[in-house]
């Protein structure tokens, strides 16, 4: 009844597993399965989870002495023991309560022990002992002594995918037994160690799940010394006592196992040498260090991982001679790594110490003769220089030593990388699948070493890949990293310095190179040659020998957000590029150029500050032609803002602010056709627009060009260029000189108070046309009323050549500069002799960004030594004076300044003193007939002929509005007309 509800049971069992499985496809596992029969607890094997205890067959012990054994004579099993078909004891169920369940010894043929299930009583699964060739596979051994057990002079042997738990003494036991391989087992819940390997050498044991025993694996020499044991990739966890314990034992090396939470050491080494700690992850030893190594030398502690350890790692005991490099060792609840008395001559190099005991015991030095440096402590970052390096970091410890030279970044060194095809990205077991959802990923390194081509170097790949968060370096000779014909690859946040060429890229496609650090390099930051549609954005390039940025035969290249300074070329170097794209960079304290374009066309600038360079802000040489640039920002470079050079044509140069360069605003040398509008020119130390050299047929309009120490504009020996609607303001010298030159035409521009106290120009060129300008100080009159003032304007050069039609207000692009004019008296000008109450009146004066004008009339009548006010806060251009309150006299001058509402000022006089004239009377009647007579009187007085009208319309009466001259009525239609238009283009800017 009993065997008929346990069948039933395992029934049940499977069939909810069957169920279960429809709905994922992973394996669901049984177990603690309680039989009466066997009083005990059975768990099934997860590689036979689905195999009912029906399937296995009922065999009693197995007892082999002699090969013969397999055979016929005794137990005949399936195979001819030969390594191609081996005896095979499989799909048996043993379970004895009296001796060893399989025992096999000194044989010399093949066999495997398969698919078995084994339960015993104190007594041992599988003992072998003195065999050469077998393989335990498949099993599930549980509740006997010992699961497996090599008892001795056992070699060859695979033990794999086994299932040993609930034993009371040890899982896998292995006695003076070499070159045998355990692998993939499940190794748990044994009362003694999951595996161990005592006085037995040359083994391997890998891909195995060891937890909840005891030790999770033991090796011992039991005084004599092991050798040359791998324990790899296991997963070893949970155990009362220490992970992985080495006693006695030499060139163990112990790689990728992840060894947490066991109750005392991740790892323990005591007594030996030449041992390889490497790749591990040590997790959550909080009792105790994550690796303890005492009476031990010449071990190598590389690539681990240590965290949430008591000590991360600690040497105690007689230690000499190690090597610690590149760990990771953090949140170690007393310190991180710690050298007791003995511990001496250790190297500890490229580790990565982060918040041990809070950030204040990172390392603790108390031997002697210990070295530590290029680690990185994650509080003492400091990187002034950008050499990746910081100062000193102070030791905790006796011996008051330092890490001499500690990084300011968080990286693990790396050998050079090099990649020549999409299969090396498999080879060198970089992670990832090189798809664009899951790239290649190279990070968190630090390359310090490099072969001829490079620290790293891919060429001739397929596959998607990532470089990011490195700090690389190709040693001064070698570059930090070069991409031949590759594409699709992200090059991010890494340090690269310290390279002969920080980024080279040859023939490599769609790269995007963001957010880098590149700087102190022997060349170039970055060299891009034959490469499209690459994306530079975001990086800080500086102090490299050569140029920042070094870009020949790309095409549709986007260089977007960069920093880049102090290069002892220029910041970027264009050569035969097509189509880049160069936007909002920031580029400064070059010691030749800030952007460089040689041979190169319809590229872009936009946006861009290129300011305190060496010598230009950008140079244009060699048949760059149909380049745009536009909004950019050159200032206080040490030459030139923008320079021409040599057959440089048909570029636009519109809206930029030039300004503050120690020698010209733009240079054009040998450059024709090139559209140079919208530009402000500000305060270069000598000329803002200068031409040499047969540049021809330029445009130049709609730009406002002031404050210069020599010319607003010069030309020298160059011929059909067109100046229209430019502003050219405050100029020391000329407005605009023609040195030589012919053909070149200058209309409809502003001049403003350039050469003050002479004339705005100067021609001594041939056949120069300069024709409807405006001159500030040459305006009136104007008494046809045609807009063009009656005389012309005459300017300075050999060629006595003139305008002969000079504008009375000025052009438009005055809106693109913010400036007054000045307001001019018109009435009383100086020569009238006025009584009674006058009107005065000005030109008005135009705030060229339209804000509110208003006026302040003062007169003097000491011709000009004090003055009066008479009115303030005046918005009309003219007012009413009584002159009767002022005393008589011939020294009187009249002054109107106009005030913006933002603080621009300008004031205009009368040209010369007028005269006041008003007699008294000692009655009312007789004043106001003498005042009458005389107002009569004044309207008869012989005026000069340009303001006899205008006097006589303002003298004959004092009664009542008076009516304004044609003149008058004609210059205030036009004031109207012009702040009409002013106000209409105003509204449609800024709309």
């Not at 004895?96 to 104190?122: H, M, P």
């Not at 000009?864 to 009187?892: E, K, M, Q, R």
């Amino acid at each position: 009844m009993k065997l008929h509800k346990n069948f039933i049971r395992i029934i049940f069992l499977m069939t909810l597993f069957l169920i279960t499985s429809s709905f994922c496809s992973q394996k669901f596992f049984l177990s603690e399965f309680s039989t009466d029969q066997t009083n005990s607890i059975l768990h099934l094997n997860p590689i036979a989870s689905v195999k009912s205890l029906t399937s296995y067959t009922p065999h009693p012990t197995i007892d082999i002495d002699l090969d013969s054994d397999f055979g016929p004579s005794v137990y005949d099993f399936n195979g001819s023991g030969t390594i191609n078909d081996p005896y095979r004891i499989e799909d048996f169920n043993i379970t004895e309560k009296a001796s060893n369940l399989i025992d096999i010894q000194d044989t010399t043929v093949y066999f495997k022990i398969s698919n078995c299930w084994l339960r015993g009583n104190n007594f041992i699964g599988i003992r072998l002992r003195n065999i050469k060739h077998a393989i335990i596979e498949n099993n599930i051994i549980n509740n006997c002594s010992d699961g497996i057990k090599l008892d001795f002079a056992n070699s060859n042997i695979t033990i794999k995918n086994n299932t040993c738990e609930y034993n009371t003494n040890y899982g896998v036991n292995l006695g003076g037994s070499d070159n045998n391989t355990i692998q993939n087992n499940t190794i748990r819940h044994n009362d003694n160690d999951g595996l161990l390997l005592l006085d037995s050498e040359n083994n391997t044991i890998i891909n195995n799940t060891i937890t909840n025993n005891r030790y999770g694996v033991y090796l011992d020499g039991d005084g004599a010394y092991l050798n040359l044991n791998r324990v790899i990739n296991n997963t070893i966890t949970n155990h009362t006592d220490y992970g992985i314990n080495v006693q006695h034992g030499n060139d163990t090396i112990i790689t990728n196992n992840t060894i947490s939470h066991n109750s005392k050491f991740g790892i323990n080494l005591r007594y030996g040498e030449n041992n390889t700690i490497t790749r591990n992850t040590i997790l959550y030893h909080t009792s105790m260090p994550g690796i303890s190594v005492s009476y031990m030398s010449n071990c190598t502690f590389v690539d681990n991982t240590l965290s949430n350890n008591r000590y991360g790692i600690k040497l105690e005991g007689y230690c000499i001679n190690h090597t610690i490099s590149n760990n990771s060792i953090s949140n170690s609840t007393f310190c991180g790594l710690y050298l007791e008395s003995n511990a001496n001559n250790t190297r500890v190099t490229w580790n990565e110490f982060y918040y041990n005991y809070l950030g204040s015991r990172q390392a603790e030095d108390h031997g002697e003769n210990n070295t530590f440096c290029f680690n990185y402590w994650n509080e003492w970052t400091n990187d002034s220089d950008y050499d990746g390096f910081t100062n000193p970091y102070p030791l905790r410890g006796s011996t008051y030593n330092n890490d001499s030279c500690p990084r300011a970044y968080p990286y693990r060194k790396h050998g050079p990388i090099e990649i020549w095809q999409d299969s090396d990205f498999e080879t060198l077991r970089i992670p990832g699948q090189g798809t664009s959802e899951e790239p290649y990923l190279i990070e968190n390194y630090y390359f310090n070493e490099s072969t001829i081509r490079g620290a790293i170097f891919i060429k001739d790949t397929t596959k998607y890949f990532i470089i990011r968060n490195n700090v690389i370096t190709g040693g001064d000779i070698h570059n930090g990293l070069w991409l031949q014909n590759v594409a699709d690859e992200n090059i991010s946040n890494n340090l690269i310095h310290r390279s002969y060429v920080g980024i080279c890229i040859d023939s490599t496609n769609l790269t995007n190179i963001q957010a880098n650090t590149i700087c102190y390099n022997n060349n170039q930051g970055i060299s891009s040659s034959y490469c499209n549609h690459n994306y530079i954005r975001d990086n800080i390039i500086f102090n490299n020998t050569g140029t920042g940025f070094h870009i020949s035969q790309d095409k549709y290249s986007k260089i977007y957000g960069n920093n880049i300074s102090n290069h002892s070329h220029s910041g970027i170097w264009l050569t035969n590029c097509q189509y880049t794209d160069v936007q909002h960079n920031e580029i400064f304290d070059n010691e030749i150029n800030g952007f460089y374009i040689y041979d190169s066309s319809y590229n872009t600038l936009k946006f861009n500050n290129i300011h305190d360079n060496e010598k230009m802000g950008i140079h244009l040489w060699n048949k760059s032609y149909s380049n745009d640039i536009w909004y950019n920002n050159f200032t206080r470079n040490s030459e030139y803002g923008i320079y021409l050079y040599d057959q440089t044509s048909n570029n636009s140069i519109s809206n930029n602010s030039i300004s503050f360069n120690q020698v010209d605003g733009i240079y054009f040398y040998k450059s024709s056709y090139n559209n140079i509008s919208f530009n402000e020119i500000v305060g270069n130390s000598q000329t803002g627009i200068h031409f040499t050299e047969c540049s021809e047929y330029n445009n130049i309009f709609g730009n406002t060009i002031k404050n210069h120490n020599h010319n607003g504009i010069s030309l020298a020996n160059s011929n059909d260029n067109i100046f229209t609607n430019n502003t050219i303001h405050l100029s020391i010298q000329n407005g605009i000189i023609i040195i030589s030159g012919s053909n070149n035409k200058i209309q409809w521009n502003n001049f403003l108070e350039n050469n003050v106290g002479g004339k705005q120009a100067s021609d001594s060129g041939t056949s120069n046309t300069v024709t409807k300008n405006y001159w500030n100080e040459w305006r009136i009159p104007d008494t046809n009323t045609d807009g063009f003032v009656d005389g012309y304007y005459g300017l300075w050069g050999t060629t006595d050549n003139k305008d002969l039609y000079p504008l009375i207000t000025p052009v438009l692009p005055i809106l693109y500069l913010h400036y007054l004019t000045t307001p001019v008296v018109l009435s009383p000008n100086g020569g009238e002799t006025l009584s009674g109450a006058i009107t005065i009146h000005w030109y008005a004066a135009i705030d060229s960004k339209d804000h509110p004008v208003t006026y302040e009339v003062y007169y003097s009548s000491d011709g000009g030594t004090t003055w009066n006010l008479i009115s303030a806060d005046l918005t009309s251009h003219n007012f009413n004076w009584d002159t009767t309150s002022v005393t008589n006299g011939a020294n009187y001058f009249i002054k109107v300044e106009a005030n913006c509402s933002t603080g621009l000022s300008k004031i205009d006089t009368s040209d010369s003193p007028f005269s006041v004239q008003n007699i008294i009377s000692t009655t009312t009647t007789a004043t106001t007939t003498t005042i009458t007579t005389t107002t009569a009187t004044a309207s008869t007085t012989t005026q000069p002929s340009s303001v006899t009208t205008s006097t006589s319309a303002t003298s004959t009466s004092t009664s009542g509005p008076q009516l304004e001259s044609p003149y008058n009525w004609n210059y205030t239609l036009i004031s109207l007309l012009i702040v009409t238009i002013f106000m209409t283009i105003k509204r449609r800017k800024d709309s």
